[in-house]
Nanobody, 121 residues
């Protein structure tokens, strides 16, 4: 199996910054795209940012210029740096990874357990 563990969430004032981390471990042969999603109370989970194995990135319009996704392939870890945070960024943030497992044919998508980010006004 593959496990994703997020860290770095918390409470921050509007205009502040946070850095989220997500480390993948387990029977990993390779990891393709990784991403961050978020879900606010009463809303559907939405894509925040993705990054491919070669570093190409994509962002939802609402975070462009404020959030940066990056990854360390040697550590199987993806990061999300959020700057100029707004109250509307408040949500549970989830990471995911498209993974090829050792000895298993095909790709599987795994999710972390989520980390709460709260931005106070």
């Amino acid at each position: 199996q593959v496990q994703l563990v997020e860290s770095g969430g918390g409470l921050v004032q509007a205009g502040g910054s946070l850095r989220l981390s997500c480390a993948a471990s387990g029977s990993i042969f390779s990891i393709g795209a990784m991403g961050w999603y978020r879900q606010a109370p009463g809303k559907q989970r939405e894509l925040v940012a993705t990054i491919t194995s070669d570093g190409s990135t994509n962002y939802v319009d609402s975070v462009k210029g404020r959030f940066t996704i990056s990854r360390d392939n040697a550590k199987n870890t993806v990061y999300l740096q959020g700057n100029s945070l707004k109250p509307e960024d408040t949500a549970v943030y989830y990471c995911n990874a498209i993974t090829r497992r050792t000895g298993v044919v095909g790709l599987s998508t795994y999710w972390g357990q989520g980390t709460q980010v709260t931005v106070s006004s």
